[in-house]
């Protein structure tokens, strides 16, 4: 069990609003607690290595960005080959997000999904087939679907909100 001490949780409850958009962003966090840079540093290394906090990343908005081709790569992968398929996917440089889901059938066979942002419809697919060929994960049954509408991102919510 993680024992975590009032600034630790005052840091925890100062995330869930995420990192502040700033040139030195965990100073700004550090401020808001009453601790240091440095201090804010070390203990989300803590909370982290401890487990408390598995993961810190970004949300880009992709479409601000410029990107407004966004597909969902789905693959009818086998059982026995899904893991490695999955290894194999996330680490293309291409792909922002993979992961696993059970089929739901017999109406969706797929099982594993990989997504791909671009500036534009054509290249993705191109990049996808071409990623997919490379790979050999073309001779799988796939579809590339591509966004159609957007929905609002969140960042994780850590810990509980605190009572006024």
């Keep these: 069990m993680v024992v975590m001490d009032d600034k ?4 925890v409850a100062a995330l869930r609003g995420g ?7 965990y100073a700004d966090l550090g401020r808001a607690v009453g601790i240091t840079e440095a201090d804010v540093l070390r203990r989300l290394r ?20 410029g990107y407004a081709a966004n597909a969902m790569v789905v693959l009818d992968i086998p059982d026995e080959s899904v893991a490695e398929a999955g290894r ?10 993979c992961y696993r889901r059970a089929r739901a059938l017999p109406d969706w066979p797929y099982d594993l999904y990989a997504m791909v942002h671009g500036r534009d419809r054509r290249e993705v697919e191109g990049q996808v087939a071409e990623m997919l060929r490379r ?17 609002k991102q969140t960042a994780g919510c850590y810990g509980r909100e605190r009572a006024p």
Excluded at 52 to 63: K, N, P, S, T
Excluded at 137 to 151: N, Q, W
């Design 135 to 151: 790979t050999g994960l073309d001779v799988h049954p796939h579809a590339v679907l591509f966004s159609r509408r957007r929905f």
């Design 46 to 65: 803590d909370l982290q290595e401890s487990g408390v906090i598995r993961r810190f990343g970004a949300i880009v908005r992709h479409h601000e960005a």
């Design 19 to 25: 990192l502040p958009v700033a040139p030195r962003p």
């Design 8 to 11: 630790d949780l005052a840091l």
């Design 88 to 97: 194999t996917l996330a680490a293309e440089p291409i792909v922002t997000l």
